[in-house]
């Protein structure tokens, strides 16, 4: 059996390899899928194939999140049959073996299965969300209009706040105006403290949600955070930034006689599997995500920018490192 996978063989190296498999031998809860559609997610793989990840050593298999089709499953699997279709955390390897122990969902019928690798980047935004105080009527900022980004913003309108989404890309601004976010500033406007003070009547923002992942960026959004407000790390912060920490500190310790929380976002906060203890879980987002598609609550169409074949990843991977603005949210199509 030939199976095609796409391969990070060296920095900014990509390749799609063609390899003969043998029959997979399945364990009692193992499961042989092929993938229909794999996403992208350009934070985390960009990062990887810089090659400067010390816990992802080239040449490796990236992958992030798939949907599937079932070929086959071991004997002591029970919910799932073969002909399945599932949405699963997975790599760009058109043949693979999951455990059912591992996060695997059954897709609702009528779902576009273009959408549901976004899932994924759905519940990486879900914990921003999950952890913040943001109330009905609150203000909120989020730098970064990228997936994760756009799609925390998404979330915490449907938390009932009010959303200014900030970024330097006048398209990925053009992107969250689609997807109702209702206030955009271009970040490279360079007032955008100014104007979110005038949004919000002096107050600044309750909640700002940080997805650049550029520490710079961070520290910068603590001057328009108001009093008692509270600052959420979503984007993994990445590359050097030299700063005096302790007037960041006293910053966030005596602005305005009030304290700025720092908080982080990371999406295994949550336990993969729902349990009597924990309300949340990255299944339980999952399941909510795909409501919230079905009912035209969450926007996916929009950030969708690419589908191309395993044979383009070169291509698909330059895009989202040279030219993010037209390259976002990328499938391949392995059909």
């Known amino acids: 059996m030939k199976n095609r996978k796409i391969m990070f063989v060296s920095p900014q190296q990509v390749e799609t390899v063609v390899e003969e498999i043998t029959p997979y031998s ?7 899928v092929k993938l229909i559609y794999s996403l992208i997610s350009p934070g985390t793989e960009l990062a990887m194939l810089s090659g400067n990840e ?10 992030y999140a798939s949907v599937s089709t ?21 790599s760009h390897s058109e043949h693979q073996v999951i455990n059912t122990h591992d996060i695997v969902i059954r897709v609702p019928d009528g779902l576009d299965l273009r959408w549901v690798p976004f899932t994924r980047m759905a519940t990486v935004a879900f914990t921003s969300v999950r952890i913040s105080d943001i109330e009905i009527g ?12 756009n799609l925390a913003a ?17 398209e990925r601004i053009q992107t969250a105006k689609e997807c109702g976010v209702e206030y955009t500033l271009d970040n490279g406007d360079g007032n955008v403290r100014d104007q979110i003070m005038a949004l919000t009547d002096g107050k600044g923002v309750s909640t700002h949600i940080e997805a650049t992942g550029v520490p710079k960026v961070g520290v910068d959004s603590l001057t328009w955070i108001g009093r008692l407000g509270e600052i959420i790390f979503l984007g993994s912060p ?27 976002a990371h999406e295994w906060r949550y336990p993969s599997e729902p349990n009597d203890f924990v309300k949340h879980s990255l299944v339980r ?12 609550r969450l926007h996916i169409e929009p950030l969708l920018s690419h589908v191309i074949k395993p044979e383009q990843s070169q291509e698909a991977y330059d895009g989202l490192r040279v030219n993010k603005d037209q390259y976002h949210g990328v499938l391949f199509d392995w059909s």
């Open 154 to 170: 998404q979330l915490a309108r449907l938390q009932g706040a009010t959303v200014i989404g900030v970024d330097l890309s006048k």
């Open 54 to 63: 010390f816990w992802a050593k080239l040449p490796l298999c990236p992958g």
């Open 70 to 90: 079932i070929v086959e499953v071991g004997s002591g699997v029970t919910d799932f049959k073969p002909g399945d279709v599932v949405f699963h955390y997975g």
């Open 238 to 264: 990445r590359g050097e930034y030299q700063t005096d920490i302790t007037d960041v500190l006293n910053y966030c310790h005596l602005h305005n006689r009030g304290s700025i929380t720092f908080k982080g």
């Open 285 to 296: 987002n999952s399941k909510i995500v795909f409501e919230l598609i079905q009912k035209n």
């Open 138 to 149: 609150d203000y909120v900022s989020v730098t970064g209009l990228g997936l994760v980004g």
């Open 26 to 32: 399945l364990s009692e809860k193992e499961m042989h």
